[in-house]
């Protein structure tokens, strides 16, 4: 069983130890195969598909094996990884001599120097699904590990969720501020026009828009230089 495997407790804590607010995907995804790669017995290469609409590329490989054998499968747009991505499913090779639901591939493989492979699908986000491809010198290298791949994939997958929702999270924090810094410097150039104009609030937002529009700029830069403008006595 996965559970009594000497490496994966290691495995789950080094992806445990993911400080998101300190890192990206990429450095993520490059943790999750290599980790992989420390983890289940017999593993030479391993990658990461990640697959978007109808665009798939490898976010994150451990040698060069992996990549070429996984844009292969790009080009041909039929492979392995693809299917495991595409299904949620996994997709074990144990041998590419007799592989027959991708011959080409297989055949590839074998010259490249892979064995064997496991994919395992990859659910990321509702827009995003992907694979965890393991690649094996020796035929039968992954044939009793399974089911840790799959253990372990799942975790990586609960990794990449995590990361996602932190860049979210920090995406629209952003965003908020943004707004408020926008609505802040709005609403003094109001004031400003109010001021000037003797006129309500509304007559002035009409102000400020019109002249926006006119002048083809965005409402905030306008607020922006009649702020600054008032504090500093500039002309445009």
Partial sequence: MPQAHPDLAAALIRLGRIKYQEVDLDVVLSTIAQVAKDTIPGTAEVSVTLVQG????????????????????????RGPCLDAATT?????????TVESRWPEWAGRAR??????SLSIGLPIQEAMVGALNIYGAAPGA???HVELA???????AIALA????YESTATLAQQMQEAMQSRAVIEQAKGIIMGQRRCSAEEAFAILARVSQDSNRKLREVAESLVD???NGGRD
């Fill in 142 to 144: 992954f044939d009793e």
């Fill in 229 to 231: 403008r008032a504090v």
């Fill in 54 to 77: 109808a665009e798939a590329y490898t976010a994150a490989y451990t040698g060069k094996l992996a990549l070429t054998l996984d844009q292969w499968q790009y080009e041909h747009g």
């Fill in 111 to 116: 010259v490249a120097g892979a064995a064997s």
């Fill in 88 to 96: 949620g499913a996994a997709m074990l090779v144990p041998n590419m």
């Fill in 162 to 165: 995590n990361v996602h929702l």
């Fill in 150 to 156: 799959q253990t372990l994939a799942g975790y990586a």
